[in-house]
């Protein structure tokens, strides 16, 4: 905050979208998570599911659960503090979750119809979040 004139000004680079995406992200991503583990559980009984690729499936996900913890507190941290630090760790682990996404898309030992809907709604959101961090930490940077 400063002072201007004895006018009371609020100098606030923080963006309200991001900070709702990033809500929206960890929502949606507890029901990805919750899905995707039942379907592996369930192609894992009715499928001839090789047990190297389920564990390496397995641990994939949950990987992908603990950057999505690092993701939201880096992201939210680091929008509520303006700290270009916090937001472009936000950035490169949104980075990694995307890859991890495009697996579980794409390259996982069996991929159903539903993997592909969740996974790709998972990637715009991820997408969103992405050009937001970016332009957020792109503001942060110009003000100084």
Not at 2 to 25: A, E, R
Not at 139 to 144: F, G, I, Q, Y
Request: glycine share 4%.
């Amino acid at each position: 905050m400063k002072m201007t004139d004895n006018t009371l000004t609020s100098h606030q680079l923080s963006s309200v979208t991001l900070q709702l995406l990033l809500k929206l992200t960890s929502v949606y991503f507890v029901l990805y998570f919750l899905l995707t583990l039942g379907l592996i559980i369930r192609k894992s009984s009715v499928l001839s599911y090789p047990a190297d690729a389920l564990v390496c499936d397995v641990c994939l996900l949950f990987l992908l659960a603990l950057l999505e913890v690092l993701h939201y507190s880096c992201g939210v941290r680091g929008h509520l503090t303006e700290s270009e630090i916090l937001i472009l760790t936000n950035l490169i682990v949104t980075g990694t979750t995307i890859l991890l996404t495009v697996y579980f898309l794409v390259w996982q030992t069996y991929v159903m119809r539903l993997d592909v809907i969740l996974s790709s709604i998972l990637l715009v959101v991820y997408g969103l979040d992405g050009v937001l961090a970016f332009s957020t930490l792109a503001r942060l940077a110009s003000d100084k």
